[in-house]
């Protein structure tokens, strides 16, 4: 497709449950990226991948969050016994290149997580 | 990470130019500047990027200072859509494994009819 889409557009799940998020990168992309936005303006990257490969997991909270990009699927990233400060707008992001001059990210429109 | 600093918020009348500042002065040699913007309720849109020499396209321009330290974003004339908050980022280019854009606060535009 010629967008990033991200499903489902909302979750919202009770403390403790596990939440599964989905992101279908642009066609051709090899690069998908996700970020999470937890107040207005503040992001915070969690995980990059090329191909199915996990290219830098720096970000990600180990012990209850996991990610995955396989052929064929959308990626998707899983927290595990979700908790209250897990309530967040996830973004992923798609990318062509990783050459510096044509290098430019493409954002879905997000899944807003609400842990109650 | 290198990081930026823009003002919290700025305004712009309509059909004006506007000037988003952004600052870096820990810049290092090989970080690209880029600037993302998040309309409400949608995800970050890419705007513009460049190294050194001052880059256009047909949505902005991007003027470098010469020592890199500082960078401008300008809108042409600004119009009602461009109320964003407006993201400078520093994107390392260096070496393996390390891919992910450190967002900084940003820049709340406000554009007044």
């Known amino acids: 497709g010629e967008e990033v889409a991200q499903t489902p557009k909302h979750l919202v799940r009770g403390e403790g449950q596990k939440a599964k998020l989905y992101c279908a990168p642009i066609?051709?992309?090899?690069?998908v990226f996700w970020y999470q936005q937890v107040l207005k303006n503040e992001f915070k990257f969690l995980i990059s991948f090329q191909n199915e490969n996990v290219f830098d997991e720096t970000g990600m909270p180990k012990e209850r969050f996991s990610a995955k990009c396989l052929p064929n699927s959308p990626c998707s990233l899983e927290i595990q016994a979700t908790k209250l400060e897990d309530s967040a707008v996830y973004f992923c992001a798609s990318s062509q290149s990783i050459a510096a001059l044509d290098e430019k990210l493409f954002f879905g429109s997000g899944t807003q997580l609400s842990v109650l | 990470d290198a990081k930026t600093t823009q003002p919290n918020s700025m305004e712009s009348n309509e059909e004006e130019p506007v000037h988003l500042p952004c600052n870096h002065s820990t810049i290092s040699g090989t970080d690209y500047i880029h600037w993302y913007r998040q309309l409400p309720s949608q995800g970050p849109e890419y705007v513009i990027h460049?190294?050194?020499s001052n880059v256009n396209n047909r949505m902005a321009s991007l003027a470098i200072a010469e020592d890199r330290k500082s960078s401008t974003l300008i809108l042409h004339r600004a119009t009602l859509r461009d109320a964003a908050v407006y993201y400078c980022?520093?994107?390392?280019?260096?070496?393996?494994?390390?891919?992910?854009?450190?967002f900084g606060t940003g820049t709340r535009l406000k554009v007044l009819a």
């Open positions: 066609k051709g992309h090899s690069y």
């Open positions: 980022i520093l994107r390392d280019i260096r070496g393996s494994g390390t891919y992910k854009y450190i």
């Open positions: 460049g190294l050194t």
